[in-house]
């Protein structure tokens, strides 16, 4: 069993910044690829980014590249997303995600954590 924990969400104006954590715990969690997907109320969970166990191949979803960064640190079982000029359209609630294969799709996925909230104001 693998526990997800993600911090860093929060309300930030268009064009910021903000850097999501998620904290890893658990039986061999630094050897699952991990990863970020988002859920706007009414839609679909969505992929975002993904890192495999190494963190030497990174996948990232077309409308977040050049923007979002994710790297991880198994020294302390943590990924993170570093998401710069954000826009308004990137708000969502942000879910990480642990699975033993790359996690490009929800059904790759075998941990969620409970999610964080990102607003992007106008």
């Known amino acids: 069993q693998v526990q997800l924990v993600e911090s860093g969400g929060g309300l930030v104006q268009a064009g910021g910044s903000l850097r999501l954590s998620c904290a890893a715990s658990?039986?061999?969690?630094?050897?699952?690829?991990m990863g970020w997907f988002r859920q706007i109320p009414g839609k679909e969970r969505e992929f975002v980014a993904a890192?495999?166990?190494?963190?030497?191949?990174?996948y990232y979803t077309d409308s977040v590249k050049g923007r979002f960064t994710i790297s991880r640190d198994n020294a302390k079982n943590t990924v993170y997303l570093q998401m710069n000029s954000l826009k308004p359209e990137d708000t969502a609630v942000y879910y990480c995600?642990?699975?033993?294969?790359?996690?490009?799709?929800?059904?790759?996925?075998?941990?969620w954590g409970q999610g964080t909230q990102v607003t992007v104001s106008s």
């Open positions: 658990g039986r061999t969690s630094s050897s699952y690829a």
């Open positions: 890192i495999n166990w190494s963190g030497g191949q990174t």
């Open positions: 995600a642990a699975g033993p294969i790359t996690i490009t799709t929800f059904a790759a996925v075998r941990y």
